[in-house]
């Protein structure tokens, strides 16, 4: 029995090579996106117009504000922001001060966001889709990696709205970075149950806030169905409200009758609560009313074209059959977090909105997971053995989810370098953003 496990375990030496190969093909991807961003800023002579010149107006005066050290300087800084919730502008700031002012240096922060936004959608679709073993491939999903996850992560990454956002100096990109890691946060807590999770998609909220007025409305289901989760935990027993514990947090909870998970519910809350005072006297005049947004669902032909709709329908599909009738133990959470994330926030964005394109872009990783994660799930076949600790090349989950991925590369790159997106090397007659303020 022990000869024949240490015969199927592969060697620590090969495991250790086998670590980052996931984490370095998207590092590879994002440097990919890194050197085109790049490439495209410097073709392109225009000065920004319109919204993201107001953006750019805001950060930098944001940056002056910061770059003067004085016991006011926050609120000049508040004040700077012209009441918009002031994350993006914040992060902007180092950019401004080590490369200079102008619109280039500060679009760069999109890459940041852009990197984070990748590594959690894929977190985020390997905790809800572990890889199920096979016979070639004998090593966990932990050493191996998963190929529905990296196809996720590329797919969101590859989306022609992501790509043209990380030219535009526009806070909707952080805002589905944000919201991707808060949800990636919220499944690794198993329903607020491990608490050091538990606090970080509090504060990934709380961030989220300081970054969007609506994003509430982006993590208000996955939000739910961790807090029904969480509350469906019974309560310990009276007797145990009196054992000792070293951990003063239990201790509390144990005494008034709660278990972890409701402690760590009260702390998720208590963290978004310290957003909500900006939140709500500062960024008031950016607060979503109801009924003001645009309505028109025609909106979603300027989001995802109809090749790229065409697999989030058929995962959407397949994932409410998974949540009425699961095959599987954890199939109704699987699909059923990422169908909340996108089916209320949806209606409450095209509410909540401006009726700009933008505004729907914290969606698409909850589309990218769904486009993709129900491939994981059917029982394709195989027709060529390779090398244990690869992928399999002839299963026909991981080819069609290459094709999904390569139309989103096709559309991305006819998007971003066709005849309407391609840079401009005429200089607009718009004066220089840097020398407006």
């Known amino acids: 029995m022990t000869s024949d496990v240490s015969q199927q375990t592969p060697a620590p030496s090969a495991a250790r090579r086998r670590i980052p190969r996931d984490w370095l093909l998207l590092a590879l991807l994002w440097l990919i996106h890194?050197?085109?961003?790049?490439?495209?800023?410097?073709?392109?002579?225009?000065?920004?117009?319109?919204?993201?010149?107001?953006?750019?107006?805001?950060?930098?005066?944001?940056?002056?504000?910061?770059?003067?050290?004085?016991?006011?300087?926050?609120?000049?800084a508040a004040a700077a922001s012209a009441g918009q919730p002031p994350l993006y502008y914040l992060t902007t700031a180092p950019l401004v001060w080590l490369?200079?002012?102008?619109?280039?240096?500060?679009?760069?922060?999109?890459?940041?966001?852009?990197?984070?936004?990748?590594?959690?959608?894929?977190?985020?679709t390997r905790r809800l889709f572990p890889r199920a073993p096979h016979p070639l491939n004998p090593l966990p999903q932990s050493v191996d990696g998963s190929p529905v996850a990296l196809a996720a992560a590329a797919l969101v990454s590859l989306y022609p709205l992501v790509i043209a956002y990380t030219r535009i100096y526009d806070p909707a990109l952080?805002?589905?970075?944000?919201?991707?890691?808060?949800?990636?946060?919220?499944?690794?807590?198993?329903?607020?149950?491990?608490?050091?999770?538990?606090?970080?998609?509090g504060l990934a909220v709380a961030a989220g806030l300081l970054a969007s007025a609506t994003f509430w409305a982006v993590v208000l289901g996955p939000a739910l169905i961790a807090a029904v989760q969480a509350l469906r935990i019974p309560r310990p027993a009276r007797g145990s409200r009196r054992t000792p514990s070293r951990n003063a947090l239990e201790r509390f909870g144990r005494r008034l009758g709660l278990a972890p998970a409701h402690v760590n519910l009260l702390l998720v809350l208590l963290l978004i609560a310290l957003a909500l005072p900006f939140y709500l006297l500062r960024a008031g005049s950016a607060l979503p009313a109801f009924g003001k947004g645009g309505n028109d669902v025609s909106l979603l032909d300027n989001v995802l074209s109809a090749l790229l709709l065409l697999p989030l329908l058929i995962g959407a599909g397949y994932g409410l059959w998974q949540v009425i009738r699961p095959q599987r133990a954890g199939a109704r959470l699987a699909f059923g977090l990422p169908l909340a994330w996108l089916g209320l926030g949806?209606?409450?964005?095209?509410?909540?909105?401006?009726?700009?394109?933008?505004?729907?872009?914290?969606?698409?990783?909850?589309?990218?997971?769904?486009?993709?994660?129900?491939?994981?799930?059917?029982?394709?076949?195989?027709?060529?053995?390779v090398p244990?600790?690869?992928?399999?090349?002839?299963?026909?989950?991981?080819?069609?989810?290459?094709?999904?991925?390569?139309?989103?590369?096709?559309?991305?790159?006819?998007a971003g370098w066709g005849s309407q997106g391609s840079p401009q090397r005429a200089r607009s007659n718009t004066a220089a953003i840097g020398q407006a303020v």
């Open 346 to 385: 949806l209606p409450l964005l095209l509410l909540l909105g401006d009726a700009s394109a933008s505004q729907l872009l914290p969606l698409l990783p909850a589309a990218a997971v769904l486009s993709v994660a129900w491939l994981a799930e059917l029982e394709l076949p195989t027709f060529r053995r």
């Open 99 to 124: 490369a200079g002012r102008g619109p280039d240096p500060a679009t760069l922060v999109n890459l940041a966001w852009l990197a984070l936004l990748m590594a959690s959608v894929y977190s985020l």
């Open 174 to 201: 952080a805002v589905a970075a944000l919201a991707a890691l808060a949800v990636a946060l919220l499944v690794a807590s198993d329903g607020l149950q491990r608490r050091p999770y538990a606090l970080g998609f």
């Open 388 to 414: 244990p600790g690869w992928f399999p090349i002839g299963n026909s989950g991981i080819v069609i989810a290459g094709i999904i991925v390569a139309v989103a590369a096709a559309s991305a790159l006819a």
């Open 34 to 76: 890194a050197i085109a961003a790049l490439l495209w800023l410097r073709m392109d002579n225009r000065f920004p117009v319109g919204d993201a010149a107001v953006e750019l107006t805001r950060a930098l005066a944001v940056a002056d504000a910061l770059g003067q050290p004085s016991l006011d300087m926050f609120s000049r």
